[in-house]
């Protein structure tokens, strides 16, 4: 069984969409970051960063004592090599896999997360600061969709590296970016979106959503 602690961000997305499709048993703990809960010392001890996704792994494949782990690219990746999915075990395709994960942790997720925040959450809009990281959010789509031109996902395979960028696609449109714009990127994200373990993992996040609306 593995803890999943969790909000419903793109973040946290990535995890229960890697756990639908892997078919793992797991159990949500919702941290509601909007009410700081994200900083209660129990949580601390998981996540010293004070962020959500955690995991803790009650059955590790060395059999030992349970695992806690925090960041989101080293929890997909810990969870690949755990069942020998979706990364490959040989030296080029892992390669492709891992530029294309830490593409995401390094700049899609913090670009757009920025994005989001001078957009949408800012007190103060700030013109400069808006037109900047719309601007970068729109480069990375570019380059994304320069990388699905000739391929169907972005190391060949569906792999966690599409597991990783797809949530942070999913607000485009809060993001100021246009799908029609990237073609490539438009037709990728449509065949993810249509994934069963994709639509349960969002679905799971709207149960959780409505669920703390009348906590």
């Not at 229960?16 to 078919?23: K, N, Q, R, S, V």
């Not at 970051?33 to 010392?41: L, R, T, V, Y």
């Not at 395979?157 to 999913?170: E, H, L, Q, R």
Request: net charge neutral; aromatic share 12%; glycine share 6%.
């Amino acid at each position: 069984m593995i803890d999943v602690y969790y909000w419903t961000t793109p973040n946290g997305h990535k995890i229960t969409i890697f756990l639908e499709e892997a078919g793992l048993p797991y159990r949500i703990y919702p941290v509601n970051i909007g009410k700081g809960e994200q900083f209660s010392p129990d949580f601390l001890k998981i996540a010293p960063n004070n962020r959500i996704p955690a995991i803790v792994d009650h059955e590790p494949a060395d059999g030992g004592a349970p695992i806690a782990l925090f960041e989101s690219g080293a929890i997909l990746l810990y969870l690949a090599e755990k069942i020998h999915r979706f990364i490959p075990s040989e030296i080029r395709g892992r390669s492709e896999v891992l530029q294309w994960l830490f593409w995401q942790m390094g700049g899609l997720g913090p670009m757009a997360g920025q994005n989001h925040h001078f957009s949408n959450v800012a007190p103060e809009k700030i013109p400069y600061a808006i037109e900047r990281y719309v601007k970068e959010t729109a480069r990375l789509y570019g380059v994304m969709d320069k990388r699905l031109a000739d391929r169907p996902f972005l190391a060949g395979d569906y792999s966690i590296a599409d597991m990783a960028c797809y949530p942070w696609v999913v607000p485009h449109e809060r993001h100021g970016q246009r799908l029609q714009d990237f073609p490539n990127v438009e037709r990728w994200f449509k065949t993810i979106a249509e994934r069963p373990a994709v639509i349960r993992a969002f679905e799971k996040a709207d149960a959780i959503r409505a669920q703390q609306a009348q906590a």
